[in-house]
C-alpha cells in the first residue's frame, strides 16, 4: 500500500516541472488528495487493529494479575502462605505501570502526527513558502504574440538576462541560439512565469503576464524540455491526462502528426501499451515525439521546445524535425538549439550572448550580416 502511493508521490515531484507547465496541478492534487485520504485510512485502520489488540493483551494481563492477588490473599489469609505478597504486589505494580506507558505512548504518537500535519499545512496553506502570484484576467485562447520589454532577471544578485527586447509574432517559428549559460532557457522559464523578473514587463497579445490568470499561461503554453516527463500510464492516458475529453480518433491524429503512429501501432496493446515510470519503455526520440503529441493534445497556442533534439541522432533528430514543420504556421513556436542546423528554416533566429540580444533575424541575413552567428555557425560546421 504504502510503496504504491509513495511511488506516486516521488512521481508527482520528478516531475513537478512539467506538472506546472502541462497546468495539471489541480487534476494531481485532487488525484494525490485522494491518495493522501486512502493512506490516512489504511493507516488509521491498522493502527485501530493494533491498539485494539495491545490492549485486549493488556487487559489479560491484568485481569490474571487481579485474580492472582485475589488467591494470594485468600491463601495469606488461610495461612497457607507467607510473605511472598511482597513479590506478588510489586509484579502487579510493574504491570499497572506497563499499562499507563502504553497510555503514554498512544498520547506520543497523537502528538507526533499532529506535528507532521501542522507541518504539512505549512506548505499546503503557503504559510512556509511564498506563493505564486498571478492576476485575475482570464483569457481562453491567446493569439500567440510575445513582446520581451527591457527584462532584466537574476537567480541571485546577478544579472542572467540584461535588458532583452523583442517581439514575437503570432504562429511564427523562432530559434533561440547561443553558448550555453547566456539565458535560452531563463527565457522560457520567464514565459512561463516560473520566475518573477527583477526588471522589465512580458507581454502576451499587449497584456502583461502579470494580469493574467494561472490557468490563462498554463493552458496557452506546453514546453517540451531536453528529457520530457513521461506518465507511468499507457500511451492513451499520458495524452487524455492533459484533455480527457479527446477523442481517440483526434490522438491517432495528433500522433500522425508527430510520427508516432507507426511505432503505437506496431506494440501488442497499440494506445493502452503502458510505458513504465518515465517512459522507461521510450527511447529519447520516441519521448520528444510523444511529448510535441501531448502539446498538439492540450491545443496550446505556445509551444516551447528546450534542446530537444541535442543529445539525439540525425535520423531521430529528423523526425523530430519533420513533426515540427507541420505543425509551423498554426502555433507560435519557440525552439532553443545547440544545433544551428535544427533552427535555419525557422521564420527568425534570436541570438543571446551574455544574457543580451544581439541578433534577431532569419539565419539568411544572420549569416551575412552577423559576426557572432557566423562564428557559431562556422564553429559547428568545423
Given amino acids: 500500500m504504502h510503496e504504491k502511493y509513495s511511488s506516486n508521490f516521488g512521481e ?17 492534487i485532487k488525484k494525490t488528495t485522494k491518495d ?14 493494533d491498539e485494539k489488540v495491545f490492549f485486549l493483551t493488556n487487559f489479560l494481563y491484568n ?37 499507563v506507558d502504553s497510555i503514554a505512548d498512544i498520547y506520543r504518537n497523537f502528538k ?84 518573477m523578473t527583477n526588471k522589465g514587463s512580458i507581454l502576451f497579445d499587449n497584456i502583461n503576464i502579470n494580469e493574467l490568470t494561472e490557468n490563462t499561461i498554463r493552458e496557452n503554453i506546453s514546453t517540451i524540455t531536453q528529457n520530457p516527463y513521461i506518465f507511468n500510464m499507457s500511451i492513451k492516458d499520458n495524452l487524455k491526462i492533459v484533455n480527457p475529453n479527446i477523442t481517440d480518433k483526434e490522438i491517432e491524429e495528433k500522433c500522425r502528426l508527430c510520427k508516432l503512429d507507426e511505432y503505437i501501432n506496431s506494440l501488442d496493446k497499440k494506445y493502452d ?72 528554416d525557422c521564420d527568425k533566429i534570436l541570438v543571446i550572448d551574455d544574457g543580451k540580444v544581439v541578433g534577431f533575424d532569419t539565419h539568411k541575413n544572420l549569416i551575412k550580416n552577423n559576426k557572432y552567428y557566423q562564428k557559431l555557425y562556422k564553429k559547428e560546421l568545423l
Fill in 63 to 99: 485481569i490474571f494479575d487481579f485474580f492472582f492477588i485475589l488467591l494470594s490473599i485468600v491463601l495469606i489469609k488461610n495461612n497457607l502462605l507467607n510473605g511472598a505478597n511482597l513479590l506478588v504486589i510489586y509484579m502487579y505494580k510493574g504491570k499497572a505501570t506497563g499499562f
Fill in 12 to 28: 508527482l515531484i520528478r516531475g513537478i516541472k512539467d506538472i506546472k507547465v502541462l497546468n495539471l496541478k489541480n487534476v494531481l
Fill in 273 to 344: 501499451t503502458l510505458v513504465g515510470e518515465n517512459g522507461v519503455i521510450l527511447s529519447g526520440g520516441l519521448k520528444q515525439r510523444l511529448a510535441i503529441a501531448r502539446a498538439l493534445v492540450k491545443n496550446s497556442k505556445i509551444i516551447m521546445l528546450d534542446e530537444t533534439t541535442s543529445s539525439l541522432d540525425n535520423e531521430t533528430q529528423d523526425y523530430i524535425n519533420d513533426s515540427i514543420k507541420k505543425i509551423k504556421k498554426n502555433y507560435t513556436i519557440l525552439i532553443i538549439a545547440h544545433r544551428l542546423s535544427t533552427v535555419i
Fill in 36 to 49: 493522501q485520504k486512502a493512506i490516512i485510512k489504511y493507516d488509521s485502520e491498522t493502527r485501530l487493529k
Fill in 112 to 195: 507526533n502526527i499532529n506535528l507532521s500535519i501542522e507541518r504539512l499545512y505549512e506548505i499546503v496553506d503557503g504559510n512556509k513558502y511564498s506563493k505564486e502570484v498571478y492576476g485575475n484576467r482570464e483569457i481562453k485562447e491567446l493569439n500567440g504574440k510575445i513582446e520581451f520589454k527591457n527584462i532584466y532577471f537574476g537567480y541571485d544578485k546577478s544579472n542572467v538576462l540584461k535588458g532583452v527586447n523583442f517581439t514575437i509574432n503570432p504562429n511564427e517559428t523562432i530559434g533561440l541560439v547561443g553558448k550555453s549559460g547566456v539565458g535560452k532557457t531563463t527565457i522560457f522559464n520567464l514565459i512561463n512565469k516560473l520566475y
